[in-house]
Protein backbone atom coordinates (compact mmCIF):
# COMPACT_ATOMS: atom_id res chain seq x y z
CA UNK A 1 0.00 0.00 0.00
CA UNK A 2 1.66 3.24 -0.90
CA UNK A 3 0.51 6.27 0.81
CA UNK A 4 0.37 9.72 -0.72
CA UNK A 5 1.35 13.03 1.36
CA UNK A 6 -0.35 16.09 -0.06
CA UNK A 7 -0.87 18.89 2.21
CA UNK A 8 0.28 22.25 0.69
CA UNK A 9 0.50 24.99 3.57
CA UNK A 10 2.10 24.76 6.56
CA UNK A 11 -1.15 24.87 9.22
CA UNK A 12 -2.62 22.64 7.20
CA UNK A 13 0.34 20.27 8.11
CA UNK A 14 0.57 20.31 11.60
CA UNK A 15 -3.29 18.27 12.01
CA UNK A 16 -2.38 16.03 9.43
CA UNK A 17 1.12 14.51 10.57
CA UNK A 18 -0.71 13.96 13.83
CA UNK A 19 -3.78 11.98 11.94
CA UNK A 20 -1.01 10.33 9.95
CA UNK A 21 0.71 9.24 13.39
CA UNK A 22 -2.42 8.03 14.35
CA UNK A 23 -3.43 5.85 11.42
CA UNK A 24 0.22 4.36 10.78
CA UNK A 25 0.07 1.44 13.28
CA UNK A 26 -3.44 0.48 12.16
CA UNK A 27 -2.32 0.58 8.46
CA UNK A 28 0.82 -1.45 8.96
CA UNK A 29 -1.60 -4.17 11.05
CA UNK A 30 -4.10 -3.92 7.96
CA UNK A 31 -0.86 -4.65 5.77
CA UNK A 32 0.12 -8.23 7.80
CA UNK A 33 0.07 -11.41 6.32
CA UNK A 34 -3.55 -11.75 7.08
CA UNK A 35 -2.97 -16.33 6.82
CA UNK A 36 -4.56 -17.67 9.83
CA UNK A 37 -2.64 -18.98 12.93
CA UNK A 38 -3.20 -22.11 14.42
CA UNK A 39 -2.37 -22.39 18.49
CA UNK A 40 -3.16 -26.01 20.26
CA UNK A 41 -4.48 -26.06 23.37
CA UNK A 42 -3.75 -28.21 25.30
CA UNK A 43 -6.54 -30.59 26.81
CA UNK A 44 -7.78 -30.32 29.84
CA UNK A 45 -7.00 -32.55 32.54
CA UNK A 46 -9.55 -33.92 35.27
CA UNK A 47 -8.21 -33.21 38.51
CA UNK A 48 -5.28 -35.74 39.73
CA UNK A 49 -5.74 -38.10 42.23
CA UNK A 50 -4.52 -38.21 45.09
CA UNK A 51 -2.12 -40.26 46.29
CA UNK A 52 -2.73 -43.09 48.81
CA UNK A 53 -1.51 -42.41 52.31
CA UNK A 54 1.32 -43.52 53.46
CA UNK A 55 1.33 -46.87 55.26
CA UNK A 56 0.96 -46.78 59.04
CA UNK A 57 0.38 -48.31 62.18
CA UNK A 58 -3.55 -48.75 62.03
CA UNK A 59 -5.46 -50.31 59.02
CA UNK A 60 -7.88 -47.17 59.54
CA UNK A 61 -5.95 -45.00 57.86
CA UNK A 62 -5.62 -47.34 54.51
CA UNK A 63 -8.27 -46.28 52.16
CA UNK A 64 -9.72 -49.40 51.74
CA UNK A 65 -13.20 -49.76 52.44
CA UNK A 66 -14.36 -52.08 55.76
CA UNK A 67 -15.88 -55.18 54.81
CA UNK A 68 -19.75 -54.95 56.12
CA UNK A 69 -22.18 -57.79 56.34
CA UNK A 70 -22.05 -60.35 59.39
CA UNK A 71 -18.63 -60.69 60.50
CA UNK A 72 -16.67 -63.32 63.18
CA UNK A 73 -16.82 -63.29 66.62
CA UNK A 74 -14.71 -63.74 69.26
CA UNK A 75 -13.87 -64.05 73.00
CA UNK A 76 -11.24 -61.31 74.22
CA UNK A 77 -9.53 -61.52 77.87
CA UNK A 78 -11.54 -60.01 81.21
CA UNK A 79 -8.35 -57.86 81.55
CA UNK A 80 -8.49 -56.37 77.79
CA UNK A 81 -10.33 -53.05 78.34
CA UNK A 82 -12.64 -52.19 75.32
CA UNK A 83 -12.30 -49.03 73.46
CA UNK A 84 -14.23 -47.51 71.17
CA UNK A 85 -14.71 -48.67 67.87
CA UNK A 86 -13.25 -46.23 65.02
CA UNK A 87 -15.11 -45.88 61.17
CA UNK A 88 -12.43 -48.44 60.36
CA UNK A 89 -11.69 -50.81 63.17
CA UNK A 90 -14.61 -53.87 64.17
CA UNK A 91 -13.05 -53.22 67.94
CA UNK A 92 -10.59 -52.14 69.60
CA UNK A 93 -8.64 -53.40 73.04
CA UNK A 94 -6.30 -51.88 75.47
CA UNK A 95 -3.84 -53.75 77.31
CA UNK A 96 -1.91 -52.61 80.29
CA UNK A 97 1.53 -53.39 81.12
CA UNK A 98 4.35 -52.66 83.53
CA UNK A 99 5.27 -48.92 83.95
CA UNK A 100 2.27 -47.76 82.58
CA UNK A 101 2.67 -48.99 79.28
CA UNK A 102 -0.04 -49.72 77.13
CA UNK A 103 -0.80 -52.20 74.08
CA UNK A 104 -2.93 -51.77 71.51
CA UNK A 105 -5.23 -54.31 70.00
CA UNK A 106 -6.99 -53.92 66.61
CA UNK A 107 -9.30 -55.57 64.41
CA UNK A 108 -10.17 -54.69 61.20
CA UNK A 109 -11.81 -56.60 57.82
CA UNK A 110 -11.53 -55.66 54.07
CA UNK A 111 -13.32 -56.87 51.30
CA UNK A 112 -11.06 -58.70 49.31
CA UNK A 113 -7.53 -60.43 49.87
CA UNK A 114 -6.02 -56.42 50.36
CA UNK A 115 -3.47 -57.52 48.16
CA UNK A 116 -2.62 -61.26 49.35
CA UNK A 117 -1.25 -62.83 51.92
CA UNK A 118 2.73 -61.63 51.35
CA UNK A 119 2.03 -57.76 50.89
CA UNK A 120 0.41 -57.88 53.99
CA UNK A 121 2.91 -59.54 56.09
CA UNK A 122 4.93 -57.05 54.61
CA UNK A 123 3.26 -54.13 55.31
CA UNK A 124 3.07 -54.87 59.04
CA UNK A 125 7.03 -55.75 58.95
CA UNK A 126 7.60 -52.27 57.64
CA UNK A 127 5.61 -51.03 60.18
CA UNK A 128 8.32 -52.13 62.50
CA UNK A 129 10.95 -51.18 59.79
CA UNK A 130 11.51 -54.45 59.07
CA UNK A 131 12.97 -55.30 55.71
CA UNK A 132 9.80 -57.33 53.50
CA UNK A 133 10.11 -60.76 52.81
CA UNK A 134 10.66 -62.35 49.77
CA UNK A 135 8.02 -65.39 48.97
CA UNK A 136 9.81 -67.81 49.42
CA UNK A 137 10.15 -66.50 52.72
CA UNK A 138 6.76 -66.39 53.89
CA UNK A 139 6.39 -70.06 54.82
CA UNK A 140 9.60 -69.87 57.46
CA UNK A 141 8.05 -66.94 59.05
CA UNK A 142 4.33 -67.82 59.78
CA UNK A 143 1.92 -70.30 62.08
CA UNK A 144 -0.87 -71.62 59.77
CA UNK A 145 -3.31 -73.01 61.83
CA UNK A 146 -6.84 -74.26 61.26
CA UNK A 147 -9.67 -73.94 63.63
CA UNK A 148 -13.13 -73.59 64.14
CA UNK A 149 -13.76 -73.91 59.85
CA UNK A 150 -10.95 -70.72 59.57
CA UNK A 151 -7.87 -70.78 58.36
CA UNK A 152 -5.39 -68.24 60.86
CA UNK A 153 -2.03 -66.92 59.18
CA UNK A 154 -0.20 -65.64 62.91
CA UNK A 155 3.02 -63.65 62.50
CA UNK A 156 5.18 -62.92 65.37
CA UNK A 157 7.55 -59.81 64.71
CA UNK A 158 10.25 -57.45 66.66
CA UNK A 159 11.69 -54.35 65.66
CA UNK A 160 15.46 -53.61 65.63
CA UNK A 161 14.82 -50.34 67.34
CA UNK A 162 16.47 -49.33 70.39
CA UNK A 163 12.75 -48.79 72.07
CA UNK A 164 11.70 -52.61 70.73
CA UNK A 165 8.44 -53.23 69.48
CA UNK A 166 6.57 -56.21 69.03
CA UNK A 167 3.97 -57.34 66.98
CA UNK A 168 1.71 -60.22 67.12
CA UNK A 169 -0.70 -60.63 64.42
CA UNK A 170 -3.07 -62.91 62.51
CA UNK A 171 -4.62 -62.66 59.00
CA UNK A 172 -8.06 -64.77 58.82
CA UNK A 173 -9.90 -64.52 55.45
CA UNK A 174 -13.84 -64.63 55.54
CA UNK A 175 -16.72 -64.95 54.01
CA UNK A 176 -15.16 -62.97 50.64
CA UNK A 177 -13.05 -60.51 53.10
CA UNK A 178 -9.86 -60.59 55.26
CA UNK A 179 -10.00 -60.50 58.81
CA UNK A 180 -6.43 -58.36 60.38
CA UNK A 181 -6.09 -59.45 64.02
CA UNK A 182 -3.36 -57.16 65.14
CA UNK A 183 -1.39 -56.86 68.60
CA UNK A 184 1.44 -54.66 68.92
CA UNK A 185 3.31 -52.82 71.99
CA UNK A 186 6.66 -53.41 73.56
CA UNK A 187 8.42 -56.41 73.27
CA UNK A 188 8.24 -56.80 77.19
CA UNK A 189 4.98 -56.19 77.37
CA UNK A 190 3.72 -57.97 74.36
CA UNK A 191 5.71 -61.15 75.45
CA UNK A 192 4.43 -61.11 78.84
CA UNK A 193 0.63 -60.98 77.11
CA UNK A 194 1.41 -63.55 74.44
CA UNK A 195 -0.68 -66.44 75.87
CA UNK A 196 -3.84 -64.16 76.49
CA UNK A 197 -3.28 -63.54 72.63
CA UNK A 198 -3.08 -66.67 71.24
CA UNK A 199 -5.80 -67.88 73.48
CA UNK A 200 -8.14 -65.02 71.95
CA UNK A 201 -7.31 -66.11 68.40
CA UNK A 202 -8.54 -69.48 69.44
CA UNK A 203 -11.73 -67.97 70.13
CA UNK A 204 -12.29 -66.88 67.01
CA UNK A 205 -15.17 -68.05 65.32
CA UNK A 206 -17.90 -67.58 62.19
CA UNK A 207 -21.19 -66.30 64.09
CA UNK A 208 -23.43 -69.55 63.27
CA UNK A 209 -20.67 -72.00 64.59
CA UNK A 210 -19.68 -72.78 68.02
CA UNK A 211 -16.43 -72.61 69.18
CA UNK A 212 -14.44 -75.99 70.19
CA UNK A 213 -14.96 -75.69 74.09
CA UNK A 214 -12.36 -75.93 76.48
CA UNK A 215 -13.60 -77.56 79.54
CA UNK A 216 -11.88 -77.18 82.92
CA UNK A 217 -13.03 -79.21 85.75
CA UNK A 218 -14.55 -78.60 89.33
CA UNK A 219 -12.66 -76.21 91.27
CA UNK A 220 -13.06 -78.09 94.16
CA UNK A 221 -10.92 -80.76 93.57
CA UNK A 222 -8.12 -80.35 91.25
CA UNK A 223 -5.46 -82.64 91.97
CA UNK A 224 -5.75 -85.72 90.48
CA UNK A 225 -7.83 -84.35 87.73
CA UNK A 226 -7.15 -84.63 83.96
CA UNK A 227 -7.77 -81.29 82.02
CA UNK A 228 -9.33 -81.24 78.90
CA UNK A 229 -8.59 -79.14 76.49
CA UNK A 230 -9.68 -78.30 73.02
CA UNK A 231 -7.41 -80.81 70.81
CA UNK A 232 -8.68 -84.04 73.47
CA UNK A 233 -7.14 -84.84 77.56
CA UNK A 234 -4.48 -82.89 79.16
CA UNK A 235 -1.72 -83.61 81.51
CA UNK A 236 -2.47 -84.73 85.32
CA UNK A 237 -0.84 -84.01 88.85
CA UNK A 238 -1.12 -84.44 92.09
CA UNK A 239 -1.10 -80.87 93.96
CA UNK A 240 0.51 -80.29 97.47
CA UNK A 241 -2.24 -80.65 100.28
CA UNK A 242 -1.36 -77.60 101.64
CA UNK A 243 -2.11 -75.57 98.25
CA UNK A 244 -5.33 -74.35 98.45
CA UNK A 245 -7.22 -74.41 95.42
CA UNK A 246 -8.48 -71.32 93.08
CA UNK A 247 -11.12 -71.29 90.90
CA UNK A 248 -9.70 -71.93 87.09
CA UNK A 249 -10.43 -68.86 84.72
CA UNK A 250 -11.32 -68.83 80.89
CA UNK A 251 -6.91 -68.59 80.40
CA UNK A 252 -6.16 -70.86 83.44
CA UNK A 253 -6.19 -75.30 83.53
CA UNK A 254 -5.86 -74.68 87.44
CA UNK A 255 -4.74 -72.06 90.04
CA UNK A 256 -3.74 -72.67 93.84
CA UNK A 257 -2.63 -70.16 96.19
CA UNK A 258 0.25 -70.58 98.82
CA UNK A 259 0.29 -68.78 102.07
CA UNK A 260 3.35 -67.37 103.32
CA UNK A 261 4.66 -65.39 106.25
CA UNK A 262 3.45 -62.07 107.29
CA UNK A 263 0.30 -62.37 105.21
CA UNK A 264 2.54 -63.00 102.05
CA UNK A 265 0.90 -64.97 99.18
CA UNK A 266 1.92 -66.93 96.23
CA UNK A 267 0.56 -67.75 93.52
CA UNK A 268 0.02 -71.04 91.23
CA UNK A 269 -0.86 -70.84 87.64
CA UNK A 270 -1.43 -73.55 85.16
CA UNK A 271 -1.98 -72.89 81.64
CA UNK A 272 -1.66 -74.84 78.16
CA UNK A 273 -2.00 -73.27 74.86
CA UNK A 274 -1.18 -74.23 70.76
CA UNK A 275 1.84 -75.17 69.54
CA UNK A 276 4.85 -73.45 70.95
CA UNK A 277 3.73 -70.57 71.66
CA UNK A 278 6.62 -68.69 70.12
CA UNK A 279 9.54 -71.55 71.40
CA UNK A 280 11.17 -71.91 74.42
CA UNK A 281 13.32 -68.67 74.39
CA UNK A 282 10.25 -66.47 74.04
CA UNK A 283 8.48 -68.19 76.70
CA UNK A 284 11.49 -68.37 79.25
CA UNK A 285 12.27 -64.21 78.29
CA UNK A 286 8.57 -63.79 78.40
CA UNK A 287 8.64 -64.89 82.16
CA UNK A 288 11.90 -62.85 82.95
CA UNK A 289 9.86 -59.69 81.58
CA UNK A 290 7.12 -60.06 84.45
CA UNK A 291 9.86 -59.60 86.40
CA UNK A 292 12.29 -56.73 84.69
CA UNK A 293 15.01 -58.62 84.23
CA UNK A 294 16.74 -58.73 80.58
CA UNK A 295 15.86 -61.10 77.80
CA UNK A 296 18.18 -64.22 77.56
CA UNK A 297 20.40 -64.79 74.14
CA UNK A 298 19.83 -68.07 72.51
CA UNK A 299 23.50 -69.31 73.75
CA UNK A 300 22.01 -68.16 77.55
CA UNK A 301 19.38 -70.76 77.48
CA UNK A 302 21.25 -73.47 78.13
CA UNK A 303 22.75 -72.44 81.57
CA UNK A 304 19.58 -70.35 83.14
CA UNK A 305 17.49 -73.96 82.37
CA UNK A 306 16.93 -77.48 83.94
CA UNK A 307 15.91 -79.82 81.88
CA UNK A 308 14.71 -83.49 83.04
CA UNK A 309 12.43 -85.99 81.65
CA UNK A 310 10.02 -88.07 83.38
CA UNK A 311 7.08 -90.43 83.24
CA UNK A 312 7.37 -89.75 79.29
CA UNK A 313 7.22 -85.37 79.15
CA UNK A 314 10.22 -83.16 78.64
CA UNK A 315 9.99 -80.46 81.51
CA UNK A 316 12.41 -77.06 80.83
CA UNK A 317 12.63 -75.51 84.28
CA UNK A 318 13.79 -72.11 85.38
CA UNK A 319 13.96 -70.19 88.51
CA UNK A 320 14.25 -66.50 88.34
CA UNK A 321 14.24 -63.05 91.19
CA UNK A 322 13.73 -59.67 90.12
CA UNK A 323 16.51 -57.18 90.47
CA UNK A 324 14.09 -54.94 92.93
CA UNK A 325 14.92 -54.25 96.74
CA UNK A 326 15.29 -56.99 98.91
CA UNK A 327 11.77 -56.31 100.32
CA UNK A 328 9.90 -56.57 97.38
CA UNK A 329 11.81 -59.21 95.80
CA UNK A 330 9.92 -61.42 93.47
CA UNK A 331 10.32 -64.60 92.33
CA UNK A 332 9.17 -67.19 89.68
CA UNK A 333 9.81 -70.47 89.64
CA UNK A 334 8.70 -72.54 86.60
CA UNK A 335 8.39 -75.00 83.81
CA UNK A 336 7.26 -75.48 80.58
CA UNK A 337 5.97 -78.62 79.40
CA UNK A 338 5.12 -79.41 75.63
CA UNK A 339 2.25 -82.52 75.21
CA UNK A 340 0.41 -83.53 72.42
CA UNK A 341 0.69 -80.54 70.06
CA UNK A 342 0.88 -77.36 73.13
CA UNK A 343 2.12 -76.19 75.71
CA UNK A 344 1.45 -76.32 79.38
CA UNK A 345 3.20 -74.09 81.53
CA UNK A 346 3.33 -74.36 85.64
CA UNK A 347 4.45 -71.44 87.45
CA UNK A 348 4.84 -70.50 90.91
CA UNK A 349 4.81 -66.44 91.55
CA UNK A 350 5.54 -64.69 94.89
CA UNK A 351 7.85 -62.83 96.99
CA UNK A 352 11.33 -64.38 97.02
CA UNK A 353 11.05 -65.95 100.73
CA UNK A 354 7.76 -67.70 100.20
CA UNK A 355 9.66 -68.94 96.75
CA UNK A 356 12.50 -70.17 97.86
CA UNK A 357 10.15 -72.20 100.74
CA UNK A 358 7.97 -73.70 98.40
CA UNK A 359 10.74 -74.44 95.96
CA UNK A 360 10.64 -77.97 97.09
CA UNK A 361 7.07 -78.75 97.33
CA UNK A 362 7.41 -77.26 93.87
CA UNK A 363 9.66 -79.49 92.07
CA UNK A 364 7.32 -82.53 94.01
CA UNK A 365 4.78 -81.52 91.95
CA UNK A 366 6.18 -81.24 88.76
CA UNK A 367 7.20 -84.99 89.63
CA UNK A 368 3.77 -86.16 89.61
CA UNK A 369 2.58 -84.87 86.25
CA UNK A 370 1.80 -87.15 83.53
CA UNK A 371 -0.51 -88.03 80.35
CA UNK A 372 -3.64 -89.54 81.13
Known amino acids: MVLTLSPTSKSMRRPFLRILLLAIPLVISACRDSSPVSYRIPKENDAPVAPPPA ?62 ELANVNRWRGQLQLPPLAESDLAGAVTRREQNGLQLTIVDFSSASADKQRMLGAIVPFNGATWFFKFTGSDALVASAKPDFIAFLQSIRAPDSTPTPVVAPAASDMAN ?56 LANVNRWRGQLQLPPLAEAELAGAATRREQNGLHLTIVDFSSASSANNQQRILGAIVPFNGATWFFKLTGPDALVAREKSAFLEFLDTLQAP
Do not use: C
Not at 68 to 85: M, V
Open 55 to 116: ASNNMADTPVVKAEGPGLEWTAPARWHTKPASAMRKASYAVDGEAGAVGDISITAFPGDVGG
Open 225 to 280: TAVIKAAGPGLKWTAPVHWHTKPASAMRKASYAIEGEAGAVGDISITAFPGDVGGE
